[in-house]
């Protein structure tokens, strides 16, 4: 499987989170199977304390957890196979979805989560597969780049409000994916990064509540950021002009900025991205900029240490993963991200990660690219923030 490029797949259905759903109607009928299933995990004897398990189990609320199965289900479903626990009871399709999820937002290996739920470590693999499979059918529109003005306008009002960028729509960002390979593989030195780890790269544009609007993913992580970006099919719709090419931002002397989204120094300097200024002792203007500038850059910063913190299975170095299949799972992973923040999901979002280093260890590497465009963009930037050039 080739590298995954965001929401380019189009899909068959959409289905769009239901507001409705009240919290007596999504415990319908689940009470059981949850008691039932916690009883096997923990030994637990009560429902109530069954109940107060579930956010420390699968780091979300029972409300999100009820809308993916309504995403999943009609897909998980018609799959044919049964699935049975180890005294023979049959798994219900909500057990299905929990088994998955456990794998994902633990990170734990087939046999540990097989041991915890009284399963064979293959019954845990074909599970998660197939939770996967369904959610790239049914999820997609959880990732999609603003498709509407007023969409797009709120999104830069609110990274105006951080550090005084006009508008900007984006920050873009890369995280590594470990993996643990058989150094007697010949294929595993393709996966070797700078860094002496194997790894796979994932590159996301991140919105201003660090939601993920555009990933790719799938290439080995030596990649540099520069060159992953110009694979992207971001990166080609911008340079036809198709993307970040929305209202301008108008300044006092006739002169206006475009739509742009920001960066670091792994990423060159072009018309509709903007990265720091680079050198010591640089004039103060200068420096007030690149302030601002990395304050912004935190947004992403955040979302990847959510995202790695949330879903343990990406965070950690996999053994031997399928190189084909953890693109899939590093998307799924990206818009269950996502869910998380267009549910409003306050309980997995009160567990921010301390650390927002989502990739110990990496060095930053500079691109030192710049266009001509982009050097008079960000100048433009430079003085509007610094008040020499009002609106």
């Keep these: 499987m080739g590298p995954v490029r965001g929401s380019k797949k189009k899909r068959k259905i959409e289905k769009k989170p239901d507001e409705n759903v009240s919290a007596s109607s999504e415990m319908e009928g689940s009470v059981d199977w949850w008691h039932d299933l916690s009883r ?10 069954g109940l ?16 993916i199965c309504s995403l999943v289900k009609e897909d998980m479903t018609a799959k044919p196979g049964s699935f049975t626990f180890s005294n023979g009871k049959p798994l219900s399709f909500e057990d299905q979805v929990a088994v998955a999820l456990r794998r994902l937002s633990s990170g734990e290996s087939l046999v540990t989560i097989g041991d915890s739920f009284g ?21 997609l529109h959880h990732l999609q780049w603003p498709s509407t003005n007023a969409e797009m306008t709120e999104i830069k009002s609110k990274f105006e409000k951080i550090q005084g960028l006009p508008n900007c729509c984006g920050v873009i960002d890369t995280t590594h994916v470990m993996m643990c390979l058989p150094s007697a593989d010949p294929a595993s030195k393709v996966w070797l990064d700078r860094e002496k780890n194997h790894s796979m790269v994932l590159q ?13 993913t799938g290439w080995p992580g030596k990649i540099d950021d520069w060159l992953m970006f110009q694979s992207s099919n971001f990166y080609e719709l911008c340079d036809k002009g198709e993307r970040l090419n929305g209202e301008k931002f108008e300044l006092s002397n006739g002169s206006e900025i475009r ?17 720091p ?13 690149n302030k601002r500038h990395s304050a912004t850059r935190l947004v992403a910063s955040r979302a990847l240490a959510r995202l790695k913190e949330m879903w343990k299975i990406i965070q950690g170095v996999m053994w031997r993963p399928d190189k084909h299949k953890l693109p899939r799972i590093i998307l799924v992973c990206c818009l269950l991200h996502n869910i998380v923040i267009d549910l409003e999901d306050d309980d997995a979002q009160d567990e921010m990660p301390l650390s927002y280093d989502h990739d110990p260890g990496y060095r930053q590497r500079i691109c030192g690219s710049l266009d001509v465009n982009g050097v008079h963009l960000r100048d433009k930037l430079s003085l509007y923030l610094s008040g020499k050039l009002p609106p």
């Design 40 to 49: 096997r995990m923990n030994g637990l004897h009560s429902p109530s304390k």
């Design 119 to 139: 399963l064979h470590p293959s019954t845990v693999s074909q599970l998660t597969w197939r939770f996967v499979e369904a959610m790239e059918e049914r999820a």
């Design 204 to 216: 996301a544009i991140v919105d201003p509540e660090m939601r993920f609007r555009d990933i790719i």
């Design 259 to 275: 739509e742009y989204i920001i960066g670091d120094l792994g990423y060159p300097l072009l018309p509709y991205l903007v990265i």
């Design 277 to 289: 200024y680079q050198g010591k002792e640089l004039p103060e203007i200068n420096v007030e900029f």
């Design 52 to 67: 107060d398990k579930f956010k420390s189990v699968f780091r979300i609320s029972r409300k999100t957890f009820s809308y």
